[in-house]
């Protein structure tokens, strides 16, 4: 990835400005994006300004490391901005992200990996095919509906203990959907991949318990907190 130009200080950020908080309803403002609706993406490489002029950049993720994830990006946003309210953010066409503590700062950007996908932060409307072929870790594919993708990644993203990994997911450019959740901190990660599909017919009964269809039911996760229907049924 091409390093990108450095922002001078005292000089906009170039893209439309990212804001944390939502504008006001009597003085909305069309030009700002709501951090939440920026499509971050999976990874970044994390650049810092530094042209000779002003101070230097201020914050950086985790003192400088270059590859970070979208994730990341959106918390050091989310916390930074929130904090220092003096604080820009911006995002361009390309989806390059940049931000600065003050405006005497120079800007820390984060290049975006277009191939990485784009984080699912909002599962009810970034995951909207009809049906999946979902495959989990143990390379069991089963046909999921939009719906059972949805309530597992809402699962998968669903905060673990403070020193636990969190889980992620990602919507990729072919319109599959990666997810993962969090676990032990010596657990192996299990990933999920759900790929579109025709939807069926008919999709058959729905567990009266939790709702999900038999196919849906994952005899290693059991997502909606249901065992699996055969033993549901045994009862």
Known sequence: M??????????PLPGRPITSRPAPAWHPDPEQLLLDEVPLHGRYTQHH????????ARESIWHGKRDVTGTEVRGFLHGSMGFWLHSHAAVEADGTVHYRQTRNHNAVSFVPDRESGVV????DHQVAEGAYLTTGPDGTTRLWRASGVRQAVKEALRPGPSDWPRGWALLMPDGAVRFAPGGFPWSKEEIYTAQPAAAPKSWGPECTRCGRIEAEHDPGRAWAGCWPKEMVTAE
């Open 2 to 11: 091409s390093q990108p130009p450095a922002v001078p200080p005292r000089q």
């Open 120 to 123: 699912v932060n909002r599962p």
């Open 49 to 56: 300004g530094k042209d000779g002029s002003g101070h230097p």
